[in-house]
């Protein structure tokens, strides 16, 4: 089956920097890549996805790049704010199924 | 998402007994999934649904049960069987599609008495 592997496991930056989190996967059949958000004790809510026929999207701050020849895909936060801290996951899906990487803790301090 | 209605918030479970959580969609999606969450890990994959009266097993199925009677509701039976419940449980659900974005429920924290 997929795996996912998610680096790095926690990421301090301070306000204004950027973040950059990675993601490999293992199936190369594998074709849609979503990044979710959450906040302690919430619901992980999606921030961006990306499918295998695109290699970059961007929405504001938030950019996600993918190399399907590599089998990676990152999550790119320019600008970061206090209210960007929180767990992030990637996840890989060639069918309706999700496999999720173990999650990215980002603090950004003031 | 405010479409996806998980209750309980909070559900304690004893020795030996089976509880059922419950996973509520009103988005007219076909797919609804399970997942189990542990500190530190990702989520990962109980239980899914594509349509009414069907369902597959995930990665970690042992020790859960689940039905699928109509397309609202896909509710999670937790059984004795399952010797390690303590986990935050996410309910899901997705429209049609291979690569249709799965959206989740506010959660149901289970814990051992």
């Known amino acids: 089956g997929e795996n996912v592997e998610q680096h790095p496991s926690t990421l301090s930056v301070q306000e204004g920097d950027s973040a950059v989190i990675k993601c490999t996967y293992s199936d190369s059949a594998s074709n849609y890549f979503p990044w979710y958000k959450q906040e302690l004790g919430k619901r992980p809510q999606l921030i961006i996805d990306?499918?295998?026929?695109?290699g970059e999207k961007k929405d504001q701050r938030i950019a996600v790049t993918l190399n399907k020849t590599a089998k990676h895909f990152s999550l790119h936060i320019t600008e970061t704010q206090p209210e960007d801290s929180a767990v992030y996951f990637c996840?890989?899906?060639?069918?309706?199924?999700?496999?999720f990487g173990k999650g990215t803790m980002l603090l950004v301090s003031p | 998402d405010g479409g996806i209605t998980q209750s309980p918030k909070y559900l304690f479970r004893k020795e030996g007994q089976n509880v059922t959580l419950s996973c509520e969609q009103n988005?007219?999606?076909?797919?609804m999934y399970w997942y189990r969450q542990d500190p530190g890990q990702g989520l990962r994959l109980i239980y899914y649904s594509q349509i009414v009266n069907d369902f597959q097993k995930g990665d970690i199925a042992e020790g859960y049960s689940v039905s699928r009677e109509k397309k609202e509701s896909f509710p999670l039976t937790v059984t004795s069987a399952q010797k390690n419940p303590t986990a935050f449980y996410l309910c899901?659900?997705?429209?049609?599609?291979?690569?249709?974005?799965?959206?989740f429920g506010d959660g149901t924290r289970l814990s051992i008495l």
């Open positions: 990306i499918r295998s026929n695109v």
């Open positions: 899901a659900s997705s429209g049609q599609g291979p690569v249709q974005p799965q959206h």
């Open positions: 988005l007219n999606h076909d797919a």
């Open positions: 996840a890989a899906s060639k069918h309706s199924t999700l496999t």
